[in-house]
């Protein structure tokens, strides 16, 4: 149902719901103002450029959304990403691969992509999203040690190699104003929970260093004055080249985009007890990214933590999230020279705690007790994550995801002779196999995975029998590779004077076989309703098959 949830909730809205929105969607806005200018400058880009997001984005993401209480921005999620893509390739890179990645967005929701994506294992998720809040937190390093020191490397470990060597210009000043704000952030919520923590701790800290007059680097020492009015309107680069380039980086993108942002609106929809519509989501989620950039703005999505904020305030329909992008872009308009004087090491402090909330170690505790498979991906995504980077970690991991649960599939899918005191599932055969006649049982889902395993079991058939009889009643589904694998084995066994019958086959699987014509070359005799019509034709046939040599 590609309808914005703004357009059914405004059906019915009252004063009420108003009023319970426009508080919550104030508090979401002053969460959102520190997090939009970290999230801006952890991605190597501007403060303006995360603020800019937050306004256009988030309102394009609650405007045409799929969940009432979604509040969409700047993330730490993309923190990486995006530096990793500036480093590479500059803003005009970035630029251009948001926007490609809105247009993947937009796709995906057009074409119902929106419960698919929602099947990514759970142990990629978790291993990138982990390894994504380790180097958030290693890139806090400098600005919560004040460190002397030009830009730190990307990689992790040249980068941690880099702080190292520079630990002895560390800033008192620095480090005791990073403690302060963690503490403060720490012990917040235990004084209050309808006051934002990170707005407390921005604004004690920055009133502590103006008073003080400590020797900190502040967001408008290293960035300038934030911008006062509103952005010009930009095209990014859309040359053929750049295209071709930013396929890969737009693509992550638009996959860790997608996932978080369904990822937010269910927990949103167990917090309100609501239900969103995935293909709306992501169908607002690419037009957000289509027009971020063309504002200077970076990738956005989904925010689980805001999204929280505005369900736990209050927060009732989409206008809310409309609230938060006006209360953004009311400071940054009227009040950016004072969001200039915000110390850095602040800012590291509230990064680190994103990152210690992201990382969901808890989960990833309880994730070392899965199957080991599950923990080899997990471990292994969250190590390329850490020190290769994030496209590989995804690539690899729901790669290797994939080539595990086709094993597991695999498993599942047994063919196994069936003797004539067997219980073969309905008691015991009720006729007896007659000489020369074998009968195999199938069960499980037939496809390439089991295809050689079939093919296998049939190669090792001590004595070739005149007839031999496939029960498939337990086989749900068959694809083209497990149907090339059967038409081998029946051509195979044609040839060196074997009958083949298939019993019991119906569904996907005898469809399937109609289509790829293997009813007509068996001949429509050769597919038996039960196991005992089979039996009873397959004693008929056994004395007239003339045996041949096997080649």
């Not at 937009?106 to 990629?124: C, D, S």
């Not at 969001?339 to 909330?357: D, E, G, K, N, T």
Request: aromatic letters at 6%; charged letters at 15%; hydrophobic letters at 55%.
């Amino acid at each position: 149902m590609l309808v914005p949830k703004l357009v059914t909730t405004l059906k019915t809205y009252d004063r009420a719901q108003f009023v319970a929105d426009l508080g919550a969607g104030a508090i979401v806005g002053v969460v959102a103002l520190p997090l939009a200018i970290a999230f801006g400058i952890a991605s190597g880009v501007t403060p303006g450029a995360g603020l800019w997001t937050a306004i256009v984005a988030g309102a394009l993401i609650s405007a045409l959304g799929g969940s009432r209480v979604q509040i969409g921005g700047p993330t730490g999620a993309f923190v990486v990403i995006v530096a990793g893509i500036v480093e590479k390739y500059g803003t005009g890179g970035l630029a251009t691969a948001t926007l490609m990645a809105g247009v993947m967005l937009v796709t995906f929701g057009l074409l119902r992509f929106g419960k698919v994506i929602q099947f990514f294992p759970r142990p990629v998720i978790t291993g990138f999203t982990a390894g994504i809040a380790v180097l958030i937190a290693s890139g806090q390093v400098k600005d919560a040690l004040g460190l002397h020191m030009g830009t730190p490397p990307v990689a992790f470990i040249e980068k941690w190699v880099a702080y190292g060597a520079h630990l002895g210009d560390a800033t008192p000043a620095a480090m005791v104003v990073f403690a302060g704000t963690l503490v403060l952030l720490i012990a917040w919520p235990r004084i209050s929970t309808k006051v934002p923590g990170p707005f407390v701790a921005l604004v004690a800290a920055t009133v502590a260093v103006q008073l003080l007059h400590l020797p900190v680097e502040t967001v408008g020492s290293r960035f300038g004055a934030l911008p006062t009015g509103w952005p010009a309107v930009q095209l990014p680069d859309l040359s053929l080249g750049t295209l071709r380039a930013m396929v890969a980086p737009a693509f992550t993108i638009a996959l860790l985009g997608g996932v978080e942002s369904l990822l937010s609106a269910v927990v949103a929809d167990g917090m309100i007890g609501g239900r969103h519509r995935p293909n709306m989501e992501l169908v607002a989620q690419g037009v957000a990214n289509i027009a971020s950039p063309l504002v200077g703005g970076i990738p956005a999505t989904g925010a689980i933590a805001r999204t929280a904020t505005n369900a736990r305030n209050g927060g009732l329909t989409p206008v809310a999230g409309l609230v938060h992008a006006a209360t953004l872009l009311a400071i940054t308009l009227f009040a950016g020279q004072w969001a200039a004087l915000i110390p850095m090491c602040a800012l590291a402090a509230i990064l680190l705690i994103v990152s210690y909330h992201m990382s969901e170690w808890r989960t990833v505790r309880a994730e070392m007790k899965a199957p080991r498979s599950d923990v080899v991906v997990l471990l292994l995504t969250l190590a390329l994550t850490v020190l290769v980077d994030l496209t590989v970690a995804i690539q690899v991991g729901l790669v290797l995801a994939s080539l595990l649960f086709v094993r597991r599939m695999a498993g599942a899918t047994s063919i196994t002779a069936v003797a004539d005191d067997d219980d073969e599932g309905d008691g015991e055969l009720r006729a007896p196999l007659p000489p020369g006649v074998q009968l195999f049982a199938m069960s499980g889902p037939f496809f390439f995975g089991a295809a050689e395993q079939f093919k296998e079991t049939m190669r090792q058939v001590a004595s070739r029998p005149r007839v031999l009889i496939l029960q498939m009643r337990d086989v749900p589904v068959i694809d083209a590779t497990a149907m090339h694998a059967l038409r081998e084995v029946v051509r195979q066994s044609e040839r060196e004077g074997t009958r083949v019958l298939i019993a019991e086959a119906g569904g996907q699987p005898m469809d399937a076989m109609r289509r790829a014509g293997l009813v007509e070359e068996l001949g429509v005799a050769a597919f038996a309703p039960s196991v005992e019509y089979a039996i009873a034709q397959a004693a008929e046939l056994a004395p007239l098959v003339a045996r041949k040599t096997p080649r």
